[in-house]
């Protein structure tokens, strides 16, 4: 397979990009990197990675939970490495600790339609009594 030079485009396509896959983008191999679609190899795309990082206007990192919650050996040091980063770029750091959409409690015997292709939506539209 070739590699294939998707970008995301300006203008509304930025707003809802498709799914990478869905445009022909493959996963990278271990010894590998993906820079804007196509297949690097690793040590190109951590060069690319640190030369767009310290030319960005405000650099900013969103760990999630598998950083913020030190639930493993070895994620204490990878957090520690982060943040000697976004020290030393000056960069901002916005946790995400959960970034599941939160829908609202529902008693599934009243709100929940079965023949509803979508179940959270009944439950968002729906009065909740």
């Known amino acids: 397979m070739e590699p294939h030079r998707y970008k995301v485009v ?4 930025g707003f809802l990009p498709p799914a990478a896959a869905s445009m022909g983008v493959a996963l990278p191999e271990q010894s ?8 690097v190899p690793a040590a190109s795309a951590l060069e690319e990675a640190a030369t767009r990082l310290v030319n960005a206007k405000h650099p900013t990192f969103f760990p999630g ?3 913020l919650w030190n639930w ?3 994620i204490a040091e990878k957090a520690q490495a982060l943040k000697d980063l976004a020290d030393t770029l000056g960069a ?4 995400m600790p959960d970034y599941r959409p939160k829908y609202p409690m ?4 009243i709100e929940v339609n079965p023949n509803h292709p979508n ?3 009944p439950a ?3 009065d909740g009594s």
């Open 65 to 67: 939970p598998l950083i």
């Open 32 to 39: 590998e990197g993906l820079i804007e679609g196509a297949r």
């Open 92 to 95: 901002k750091i916005i946790p």
């Open 106 to 109: 529902i008693n599934p015997e």
């Open 10 to 13: 300006s203008g509304p396509e």
């Open 124 to 126: 968002i539209l729906g």
């Open 72 to 74: 493993k050996d070895g």
């Open 119 to 121: 179940p959270a939506i």
